[in-house]
C-alpha cells in the first residue's frame, strides 16, 4: 500500500488493484442474491408482515420450518443460493424471536441448516447480515420486510442506495492510496470518492425525515435482537456493518490502536462479506493517510502545490462523512432517549450489533478529528 513514494510500499500496488476488481464485481453477486429465491419463500414473505401484525407465531413456525426443509434438500449449494437461504431463513427466525420465541428451540432443524449454509459461504457468523436486509433484499413485490409499515421500505431502500454508493467510495479511496500525495490522480480519486458519498448522507436523511422515533422503536427494531444456533447467541444485522469501517481504516484506523475502536472494528467487519474482510487485513498495520500528514506536520516540511490538492480532497470527502454521521449519531441518539425513557432513566441501551452511543460518538469524533489535521496541513501549506 503505498500511501507514500517509499519502494517498500509498492508490493502491495498488485494486491490493491485485484482486490479493487474484485469489489466492483461485488454489486453483481448482490444483486443475483436479491433475485435469488432457492427455498420458494416468495409467497411466505408477501404474508410475513400480516402474519407479524397478528403475532401469528404458528403460522410463522410453520413457515420456517417449510423453509429449512427445503434448504437441507437444495440440489446445489452454490454461494449465490446459500447466501439467499440464510437471509430467508433468519428473517423468519428473527419474527418468531419477536414474539418471545428462540427459533432454535422449537426448531431442532433450525441450527443445523445455519451452519451448513454458512459453512458452504464461508462466513463466520451464521446468520443474516444487514447487507443480506438491505443490498441482498429483493426489490419490489418480492422485498423482504418484517412490517406492512412505508416507513420499513424506505429504511431499506434508502440504505441500499447507500450502500450502493460507498462501494464506489471505498473503490475509488482505495485507488488513490497506490498514488502519493503529490500525484493528481490521488486527488482525482478523491474528487470521485467525495461524489460518490453524498448518497450516504441522502440515505440518512430520507430516514430522519421519513422514520421517527415512535416507528422505529416500536415497530421495526424489536425484530432485530440477538437469536441463537446452536449453543450460541449471534447478534442481529446492525447499520455499524458498512463498507464505511474500510474507508475509515484507510484515512485514520489502520494504525489505531484505541481499544473501543479495536473492538468495535473487529466485532463488524467479520460481518461483512469476505472481499471487505480481506481489504481490512491487507490494509491493518499500514500507516493510515492521517499518520502520514502528521509526520509530515511533524518534519516541518511545507506541502507542494500538488500535495495541497490532494489534501484539500481528502478533506471535502471528511466533511462529507461528517455531513452524514452526525445526523446518524442524532438518530440513534433520538432512538436512545427514547428507549430509556420508556425502560427507565439509568438502563443501558445498546443498538442491535450490542454496540451503544459510545462507538457512534468515537467514530464521529474522529472524523472531526481528522477534519482539524487536514485544515492545519492546508494552513501549514500557505
Not at 482525482?188 to 470518492?193: E, G, L, P, Y
Amino acid at each position: 500500500m503505498r500511501y507514500t513514494q517509499e519502494p517498500s510500499r509498492n508490493s502491495l500496488t498488485p494486491q490493491i488493484h485485484r482486490l479493487a476488481e474484485t469489489l466492483r464485481r461485488e454489486e453483481a453477486i448482490n444483486q443475483a442474491i436479491a433475485e435469488a429465491d432457492p427455498l420458494g419463500a416468495d409467497e411466505i414473505f408477501l404474508r410475513l408482515p400480516e402474519l407479524n401484525e397478528h403475532k401469528d407465531t404458528e403460522e410463522i413456525k410453520e413457515a420456517l420450518q417449510q423453509v429449512v426443509t427445503k434448504a437441507q434438500s437444495l440440489p446445489e449449494l452454490n454461494f449465490i443460493h446459500c447466501s439467499s437461504a440464510i437471509r430467508d431463513i433468519s428473517m423468519l427466525g428473527a419474527s418468531l424471536l419477536r414474539f418471545g420465541i428462540e427459533p432454535a428451540d422449537c426448531l431442532p432443524d433450525f441450527s443445523e441448516a445455519l451452519m451448513i449454509l454458512s459453512a458452504n459461504v464461508a462466513t463466520q457468523i451464521p446468520r443474516d447480515s444487514f447487507i443480506d436486509y438491505t443490498s441482498r433484499n429483493p426489490g419490489n413485490d418480492r422485498k423482504r420486510t418484517f412490517t406492512s409499515l412505508p416507513q420499513e421500505r424506505i429504511f431499506i431502500d434508502s440504505l441500499r442506495q447507500g450502500m450502493s454508493a460507498l462501494d464506489c467510495c471505498l473503490g475509488n479511496v482505495m485507488s488513490a492510496c497506490i498514488y502519493p500525495f503529490s500525484s493528481r490522480e490521488f486527488a482525482a480519486f478523491f474528487r470521485s470518492a467525495t461524489d460518490s458519498f453524498q448518497m450516504m448522507i441522502d440515505s440518512i436523511v430520507q430516514v430522519k425525515r421519513g422514520i421517527t422515533p415512535e416507528v422505529f422503536t416500536h415497530h421495526i427494531r424489536p425484530f432485530f435482537e440477538p437469536f441463537r444456533v446452536g449453543d450460541k447467541a449471534f447478534s442481529a444485522p446492525s447499520g455499524a456493518e458498512m463498507p464505511i469501517l474500510n474507508i475509515d481504516q484507510i484515512i485514520w484506523g489502520a494504525d489505531c490502536e484505541d481499544e473501543l475502536y479495536v473492538t468495535y472494528f473487529q466485532a463488524n467487519i467479520i460481518r461483512l462479506p469476505a472481499i471487505y474482510q480481506e481489504i481490512s487485513q491487507t490494509l491493518t498495520g499500514q500507516k493510515s493517510l492521517i499518520t502520514l500528514l502528521k509526520d509530515r506536520l511533524a518534519a516541518g516540511i511545507p506541502f507542494s502545490y500538488e500535495e495541497q490538492m490532494s489534501i484539500q480532497e481528502l478533506h471535502h470527502l471528511l466533511t462529507r462523512m461528517y455531513s452524514f454521521r452526525m445526523p446518524h449519531y442524532r438518530v440513534a441518539e433520538d432512538n436512545v432517549i427514547l428507549r430509556q425513557r420508556e425502560r427507565g432513566e439509568g438502563q443501558e441501551v445498546k443498538g442491535s450489533s450490542g454496540f451503544g452511543l459510545v462507538e457512534t460518538k468515537y467514530v464521529l469524533d474522529q472524523t472531526m478529528k481528522c477534519r482539524q489535521i487536514t485544515s492545519q496541513a492546508l494552513s501549514f501549506s500557505k
